[in-house]
């Protein structure tokens, strides 16, 4: 016997349209195929096969089916046979078990709960008095009844046990209803209440399409307040990392049109579709993770980022980027009119204007160049370093050897660094959260004050823990590679991963995890944040300018050619002077004394 869950994958991933034309002249007709039917004679075809919903169906006689009814129909093969034989074509690897039926699935009972619900929030939805407000919310998103049926959106009712005493009354267990966050407890009373209350209910759905948790939009007519969208909790079988929202519904035209388009939320996924864009899906209320975008690359090799243009927008856009790059997914980006995103503007404009704006989108590498070039990013040595800094994680999630020979090519030509330097520079990516030692965390050189080395880069975080906005303002100026010491360095990319997070990740390495908790817990306040975060910033600046400095008067020092020692000569100039433009104060100092003229009880400048 096949497991239950391999014949789900194996339907999933065949490509239907290929398996049948390959013995049937298809031709496309809207979104559907047909042919004369090749189980009984006909002039006028009457024999359609729909991708979209992965079955065949002749008009004429009545055959119709799954991929595996016509392998088994036309080929005289039983269902395994069939199933072994789909598979093979698609890729799956099929192993027969013995013992368990698929009546004994242990999540059957986890199933029978969440189709319930998603039947119950729909009659809601639907029922005249009941569902009205949620209703005409709907049409004022532009989402009709029929788009509400196609996508089997529902309604829960504000009130806190409606859901539960239906469930209750039909047998279901409140403790499995729990589990899956369809009822909730408090710690004051133990009487179970509803956990979506006076929300549009989005089902979500497994690739095979069964009902795995909820997604729900909060109506401004709900009693009480809550966040604008909650989801259903983790459970035995839902793990929103591993699932995509409208996958189930969009899998084959993501096949057919070569592409998926991935959008941040439910509303976005729906309008989308509701105007004619069916290849669309979303991560579910979380960062795009390498499990969902490898579940992408089963359908497609491209994707089409539509996410918002707003700065926190297009950090999710670089992210989910290099997450794509490295499932080998090659993303492109969809770029919309500030104050829009995918749902306002196809609703706004049309499908017709959306479509020209999908093609107008570019690679992602050439996206990331474009904003730092309009942000000036490569008008200086110090500011094209920064440049490349966040051009890097980019080139390293390339897993596609030939598309990284063009990124880095481009990148090349952008910033006059050579090739070889870039692939260099790929190789040492830190492991997140864990600094590694590296020869310039150990002072050398001319001195270097205290607070360049570790009090201005404790002001510069203190400053960034008061807020998002500061870590924005330090991300346009600053980069991780400044940073002189370690641990303060990964406090910093922690930040900048999560500008609003206020615990040290658990993969943080010990001794930054404790500096961060002191951080973020030192009273001590800080009366002038803007002049505190620019002074930091300046001081941190010209420290690791003048570090580079010194790398290259090594250079200079080992070099046995002229023509090598005058090009490093003059970078090190170069550096020189923007030293001097940053801090004069601060060159003259440094290069005045021998690091034996320092005073041992100096701390500060």
């Not at 035209?253 to 989308?272: F, N, Q």
């Not at 190789?427 to 360049?452: E, I, M, Y």
């Not at 900048?496 to 404790?514: F, K």
């Amino acid at each position: 016997m096949i497991p239950e869950h391999v014949i789900d994958e194996v339907r999933d991933r065949a490509d239907i349209v290929e398996i049948i034309g390959e013995v049937v002249s298809l031709k496309k007709a809207g979104r559907e195929f047909k042919a004369n039917c090749p189980f009984h004679d006909e002039k006028t075809p009457s024999f359609y096969v729909v991708p979209q919903k992965g079955f065949y169906k002749c008009f004429g006689c009545g055959k119709a089916g799954s991929v595996f009814d016509f392998v088994m129909e036309r080929q005289g093969m039983d269902f395994v046979e069939a199933v072994k034989y789909v598979a093979g074509r698609a890729g799956v690897e099929v192993e027969e078990v013995r013992g368990r039926k698929p009546e004994e699935d242990p999540n059957r009972p986890y199933y029978e709960i969440t189709n319930f619900a998603q039947s119950w929030f729909r009659e809601q939805l639907l029922d005249d008095a009941v569902g009205r407000e949620a209703r005409e919310y709907l049409e004022g998103r532009g989402i009709d009844a029929a788009i509400a049926e196609r996508f089997e959106l529902g309604y829960a009712p504000d009130e806190w046990r409606a859901f539960r005493d239906a469930a209750v009354k039909h047998g279901f267990d409140e403790a499995l209803m729990l589990e899956l966050g369809l009822l909730k407890q408090s710690e004051r009373s133990k009487e179970p209440y509803d956990g979506f209350r006076g929300r549009v209910m989005f089902p979500i759905k497994s690739v095979s399409g069964k009902v795995l948790a909820f997604g729900g939009r909060i109506l401004e007519t709900a009693s009480g307040d809550g966040p604008k969208y909650i989801n259903s909790p983790e459970s035995p079988i839902y793990e929103k990392g591993r699932n995509l929202y409208g996958l189930s519904r969009g899998k084959n035209p993501i096949r057919r049109e070569g592409e998926a388009l991935v959008v941040e939320g439910y509303m976005d996924a729906v309008s989308l579709a509701a105007a004619g864009f069916e290849n669309v899906v979303a991560p579910l209320g979380t960062a795009l993770t390498p499990e969902q975008a490898r579940l992408l690359k089963r359908y497609t090799d491209r994707a089409l980022l539509l996410y918002d243009s707003d700065p926190a927008g297009l950090k999710a856009t670089f992210k989910a980027g290099d997450v794509m790059l490295e499932a080998e997914v090659h993303p492109s980006v969809v770029t919309f009119p500030d104050g829009e995103d995918p749902d306002t503007y196809v609703r706004a404009h049309g499908s017709e204007s959306t479509r020209a704006l999908l093609k107008d989108s570019i690679d992602v590498m050439e996206r990331k160049l474009q904003i730092l070039e309009e942000k000036n990013y490569f008008s200086s040595i110090d500011r094209t370093r920064l440049a490349i800094d966040r051009l890097l994680p980019t080139l390293r999630a390339v897993r596609d050897h030939t598309l990284r020979d063009i990124y880095v090519g481009q990148v090349s030509e952008k910033t006059g660094v050579q090739p070889a330097t870039l692939m260099e520079d790929m190789k040492k990516a830190p492991r997140p959260g864990v600094p590694k030692p590296r020869s310039r965390d150990v002072p050398s050189g001319p001195p270097q004050p205290r607070s360049l080395r570790g009090g201005a880069e404790r002001h510069l975080l203190k400053v960034m823990v008061r807020g998002v906005e500061w870590v924005e303002r330090a991300a346009e100026v600053i980069s991780s590679e400044d940073f002189d010491d370690p641990y303060h360095r990964a406090i910093f990319e922690a930040l900048l991963d999560d500008p609003e997070t206020r615990t040290p990740p658990p993969s943080m390495d010990p001794v930054a995890s404790q500096r961060f908790h002191e951080i973020l817990v030192d009273p001590a306040e800080l009366a002038h944040g803007s002049e505190i975060f620019s002074k930091a910033v300046t001081r941190i600046r010209v420290a690791a300018l003048h570090r580079r400095a010194q790398d290259l008067q090594t250079r200079i020092e080992k070099s046995g050619s002229d023509e090598e020692k005058l090009e490093l000569m003059t970078k090190k100039s170069r550096l020189a002077a923007e030293i001097r433009e940053l801090d004069e104060n601060y060159w003259v100092a440094a290069t005045r004394r021998r690091p034996n003229d320092r005073n041992p009880n100096e701390t500060t400048r």
